[in-house]
C-alpha cells in the first residue's frame, strides 16, 4: 500500500510561475501538481502559503560551531551533528554540504583537531538515521598548508564526500588583497600583538610560496580521479577565474569583485554568493555587496555560509529589494545548487522529484517556516 499526501490551498512555486493549487504525494515523491485545490477531506490546507521546493546548501561551516562551541571546549561529536541538522531542517535546508577544512590558516586554531571528530560523528549519525536533512561532505582545502595532502587523503575517499574547494587565505591573497584588511581581520580574531601578528605573516608566506601550488595541482588530481566535484574561493580577478576554470571548477565561492564575477560567469562557472552578506547589506570583509552582484545578474547561488537562517531571508530581500521573481530567487537557494553538484532529483517542485518541501508565509516581511517535508516525510 502506497503511502499518499496532498497539501492543498497552497501557492506553489515552481520553475517559471506561482500557481495557488494543490501537490499530492506518494511514497516520498511528487507524484501530481494541480491549480485549485483538493477537496478531500485528508488534504492538508496550507491557508495560501508558499510551498517551496527544499533548499540545497553548498556551504556551511555551521557544524564548527556546535562541535567547538567556545576555544578549545569540544562537545560531543554525534551530539554536535545532530544539533547542527536540528538547526538546518528547521531553517527549511533538505540537503547540505558539510563544509569542513583542512589545514588551518593559524596555528591555534580549532580546526585541525575537531576535523575528524566532526566526520565520524556525522557518518554514525547517518548510519543509525538520527538526522533530518540529507547530508554531504565539503572538503575546504587550504592549499598553502604543508600536512594538507597528509590531511586529505585519508578522508577523501568517504562515501559523503562530494565536494573539494580550493582556498588560499595567505596574505594578499584572494579575500584580503591588501595587507590592512588582513591585519583587521586576523589581529582581532586572534588576539595577536604587532609582532605576532608579522611573525604570523611572514610564516604564512613561506608556507604558500613551498607549497601553495604543488597542493593546488595535487587536490585537483584527486578530485578529478574520484569525480568529485571542486569549487573555487575567494576569487578576486580574471587570473583566479582562469585557475577556477583549469581546475574544473563547477561553481566559484564569494568571489570578492564584480570583475571576478563575470570572469567566472564567461567560463561557465556558477557564481556562489553569501545570504549573510545580503540580509546584512554588504560584505563584512569590505568586499564587493552580494546584492550588487545580484543586480547585475551575477548570482546563480545563495549560500547560508555561517548563518543557517539566513538562506530564506536573503531570497526573499532580493526578491522585494531588486524586483526578481519568486521563480528566480528560490532557484538560487534549491534548483541552481543542486543543479551544480548533480544532485537532479531535487531543488524544483515537479512531478517524479523527491518531494522535498517548505511550506512558507511572510509577517512583516520575513519569511517564516512553517513545516518542512524530506521525501515527503515531515521533518520540522
Known amino acids: 500500500m502506497s503511502d499518499e499526501m496532498i497539501l492543498t490551498n497552497a501557492r506553489i512555486v515552481l520553475v517559471d510561475e506561482v500557481?495557488?493549487?494543490?501537490?499530492?504525494?506518494?511514497?516520498?515523491?511528487?507524484?501530481?501538481?494541480?491549480?485549485?485545490?483538493?477537496?478531500?477531506?485528508?488534504?492538508?490546507?496550507?491557508?495560501?502559503?508558499?510551498?517551496?521546493?527544499?533548499?540545497?546548501?553548498?556551504h556551511t561551516d555551521n557544524l564548527d560551531k556546535h562541535i567547538a562551541p567556545r576555544p578549545k571546549v569540544y562537545w560531543p561529536a554525534v551530539s554536535a551533528v545532530v544539533a547542527h541538522d536540528a538547526q538546518i531542517a528547521t531553517s527549511g535546508i533538505t540537503t547540505v554540504f558539510d563544509s569542513v577544512s583542512i589545514g588551518e590558516i593559524h596555528q591555534d586554531g580549532d580546526r585541525v583537531a575537531t576535523l575528524t571528530s566532526m566526520l565520524d560523528g556525522l557518518a554514525t549519525a547517518q548510519s543509525h538515521d538520527m538526522l533530518r536533512a540529507d547530508h554531504y561532505v565539503h572538503l575546504r582545502c587550504e592549499v598553502?598548508?604543508?600536512?594538507?595532502?597528509?590531511?586529505?587523503?585519508?578522508?577523501?575517499?568517504?562515501?559523503?564526500?562530494?565536494?573539494?574547494?580550493?582556498?588560499?587565505h595567505s596574505p594578499g591573497q584572494r579575500q584580503f588583497t591588501t595587507i590592512e584588511q588582513y591585519a583587521n581581520y586576523y589581529k582581532k580574531k586572534y588576539n595577536l600583538s604587532d609582532t605576532q601578528f608579522q611573525a604570523f605573516v611572514d610564516r604564512a608566506l613561506a608556507e604558500r610560496d613551498l607549497h601553495g601550488d604543488r597542493n593546488r595541482r595535487a587536490v585537483v588530481a584527486l578530485a578529478a580521479e574520484r569525480s568529485i566535484h571542486v569549487a573555487s574561493h575567494d576569487d578576486a580577478?580574471?587570473?583566479?577565474?582562469?585557475?577556477?576554470?583549469?581546475?574544473?571548477?563547477?561553481?566559484?565561492?564569494?568571489?570578492?569583485?564584480?570583475?571576478?564575477?563575470r570572469a567566472l560567469r564567461e567560463h561557465r562557472i556558477k557564481v556562489l554568493t553569501g545570504a549573510p552578506n545580503i540580509v546584512r547589506g554588504g560584505s563584512h570583509s569590505g568586499n564587493v555587496a552580494a546584492a550588487a552582484l545580484a543586480d547585475a545578474g551575477l548570482v546563480d547561488i545563495l549560500s547560508s555560509d555561517y548563518v543557517p537562517a539566513s538562506l530564506l531571508p536573503a531570497a526573499f530581500r532580493l526578491h522585494h529589494d531588486l524586483a526578481l521573481s519568486l521563480p528566480v530567487v528560490i532557484a538560487m537557494v534549491a534548483a541552481n545548487p543542486a543543479d551544480a553538484v548533480g544532485l537532479h532529483d531535487r531543488g524544483r517542485i515537479a512531478t517524479g522529484l523527491r518531494a522535498d518541501l517548505v511550506r512558507v508565509r511572510e509577517r512583516a516581511g520575513l519569511p517564516l517556516i512553517r513545516s518542512v517535508w524530506v521525501e515527503g516525510e515531515r521533518v520540522a
Open 19 to 58: 500557481i495557488q493549487g494543490a501537490i499530492r504525494i506518494v511514497d516520498g515523491r511528487i507524484a501530481d501538481i494541480a491549480s485549485g485545490g483538493s477537496a478531500l477531506a485528508a488534504a492538508q490546507d496550507c491557508d495560501g502559503d508558499y510551498l517551496i521546493p527544499g533548499m540545497v546548501e553548498l
Open 144 to 168: 598553502s598548508r604543508g600536512e594538507l595532502m597528509e590531511q586529505l587523503t585519508p578522508l577523501i575517499d568517504r562515501p559523503s564526500v562530494r565536494v573539494i574547494s580550493l582556498m588560499d
Open 237 to 261: 580577478t580574471e587570473h583566479h577565474a582562469d585557475e577556477a576554470a583549469e581546475a574544473g571548477a563547477v561553481f566559484a565561492e564569494f568571489p570578492t569583485t564584480e570583475i571576478a564575477a
